[in-house]
């Protein structure tokens, strides 16, 4: 018995000295091959890591890549769709190995993004081919189905830090600066929560906002919203719920005030 101890005592130290040294032994540019072919695969659009990549095995699985970007859908231009300065994702190592997903860290670093529409549909439908984007017409709205989230996961610190949004509908473009966003989300079945701030034509506004449960929203339930917006530009307030539909069908009390 005291033998058997000390060989899988032994085992620990080797899988954890693996662990610790693979960061160092893995080539950066097969770290970066892979995660660009992992993202690409997910977004159908191609993403370019130019900067440093860093990967930690212990105590949780974290890669943290420099000058990442996201390539327009086609017919967008050539401006990348998004653009960030550093990204960083944590995942729990454990619940991993047991299939479950336990985002840590998922944080955005002074990233730009670029959203556009057009006759054609919008850039923001991601999708593995061009037909994905040129059905996604305005006309045709979000549609809220059952099974839209087949999967268990929970995030930790999630947030955009120092963020630009430009909003271009082929007739004017809004850029929206200094964003800052932070997200709460323990379960996709238990309430989200958004807190942060931004500059509108360099004016501070703040908001917060709670939806009831993201599963329930994408899966077409009734679920509970609400959403506040303070600033010099105008204070709003919205308390009400999305019924259960497979549009955006939404019941509640909107309040107002403009300066």
Do not use: C, H, K, Y
Not at 5 to 17: E, K
Not at 26 to 45: C, K, N, S, V, Y
Not at 79 to 103: C, D, G, Y
Not at 117 to 128: E, K, Q
Request: glycine content about 8%; aromatic content about 6%.
């Amino acid at each position: 018995m005291r033998r058997l101890l000390i060989a899988l005592l032994v085992l620990v130290f080797l899988v954890i000295g693996v662990a610790v040294l693979a960061p160092a032994l893995i080539p950066t540019d097969m770290i970066r091959a892979r995660t660009e072919t992992a993202a690409q695969e997910a977004l159908g659009r191609d993403v370019t890591l130019e900067g440093n990549i860093r990967l930690q095995v212990l105590p949780r699985l974290q890669v943290r890549a420099e000058d990442a970007r996201i390539a327009n859908a086609e017919g967008f231009g050539d401006e990348p769709f998004a653009q960030m300065q550093e990204m960083r994702v944590s995942v729990s190592l454990i619940p991993l190995l047991q299939r479950q997903i336990e985002i840590e860290e998922f944080i955005l670093v002074d990233p730009v993004i670029r959203l556009q529409s057009n006759a054609r549909g919008n850039n923001w439908t991601f999708g593995n081919n061009t037909e994905a984007v040129a059905q996604a017409t305005p006309d045709e709205g979000f549609v809220r189905q059952p099974g839209a989230l087949p999967f268990e996961a929970s995030f930790g610190d999630v947030r955009i830090e120092n963020g630009a949004v430009t909003l271009d509908d082929g007739q004017q473009i809004r850029r929206f600066d200094a964003l800052n966003l932070t997200i709460d989300l323990p379960s996709v079945d238990q309430a989200v929560s958004l807190r942060g701030s931004f500059e509108a034509d360099g004016r501070p506004m703040n908001f917060n906002a709670e939806l009831g449960s993201l599963r329930g929203f994408f899966e077409g339930r009734e679920t509970p919203f609400s959403t506040t917006l303070n600033g010099p530009l105008a204070d709003l307030t919205l308390e009400g719920r999305f019924l259960e539909s497979t549009e955006l069908a939404f019941d509640g009390d909107m309040d107002v005030t403009l300066p």
